[in-house]
C-alpha cells in the first residue's frame, strides 16, 4: 500500500544545513501520520520530528532538534520534508521517513514519536555530519 522513498541525505560539516525529502504513493487523499527517524550505530531507533498531514499540518519536533529541524509537507506533491539546519556531529545518523498508516489526530499525538507504532518505512538516507 504505502511506500516511502526518502533523499537528501549526505554529508556536511558541523554548521551546514541539509534539507531531506520522503516522496508517498500508495495512500494519498487522507491525513495521516507520518515522522523522521534516525538511527545510529549501537544506538536506538528515535523520533525526530513528526506531522500529521493533510489540512491539519500540526508538527511535533524532538527536543534534541527543536529549533534547529523543520518537519513540513507539500500536499501537492505528496512529500514530507525535513529542513535540517545547524547541524552537529551527533546528529550523525541513518534517516528514516515513517508512517503509522492507522492513527487519527490523537494517536499521532500520543505515539509521534514511538517507532514501533510505525508500520511504513523508506529505506533510509545517511547523515553525516564532520567537526
Known amino acids: 500500500q504505502v511506500q516511502l522513498v526518502e533523499s537528501g541525505g549526505g554529508s556536511v560539516q558541523a554548521g551546514g544545513s541539509l534539507r531531506l525529502s520522503c516522496s508517498v504513493s500508495?495512500?494519498?487523499?487522507?491525513?495521516?501520520?507520518m515522522g523522521w527517524f534516525r538511527q545510529a550505530p549501537g544506538k536506538e531507533r528515535e523520533g525526530v520530528a513528526t506531522?500529521?498531514?493533510?489540512?491539519?499540518?500540526?508538527?511535533w519536533h524532538a527536543d534534541s532538534v527543536r529549533g534547529r529541524f523543520t518537519i513540513s509537507q507539500d500536499n501537492t506533491k505528496n512529500t514530507v520534508y525535513l529542513q535540517m539546519n545547524s547541524l552537529e556531529p551527533e546528529d550523525t545518523a541513518m534517516y528514516y521517513c515513517?508512517?503509522?498508516?492507522?492513527?487519527?489526530?490523537?494517536?499521532?499525538?500520543?505515539?509521534?514519536?514511538?517507532?514501533?507504532?510505525?508500520?511504513?518505512w523508506g529505506q533510509g538516507t545517511q547523515v553525516t555530519v564532520s567537526s
Open positions: 515513517a508512517a503509522t498508516g492507522d492513527l487519527t489526530y490523537n494517536g499521532c499525538a500520543v505515539y509521534r514519536f514511538e517507532a514501533r507504532r510505525y508500520r511504513y
Open positions: 500508495g495512500y494519498t487523499g487522507r491525513s495521516m501520520c
Open positions: 506531522i500529521y498531514t493533510g489540512t491539519s499540518g500540526t508538527t
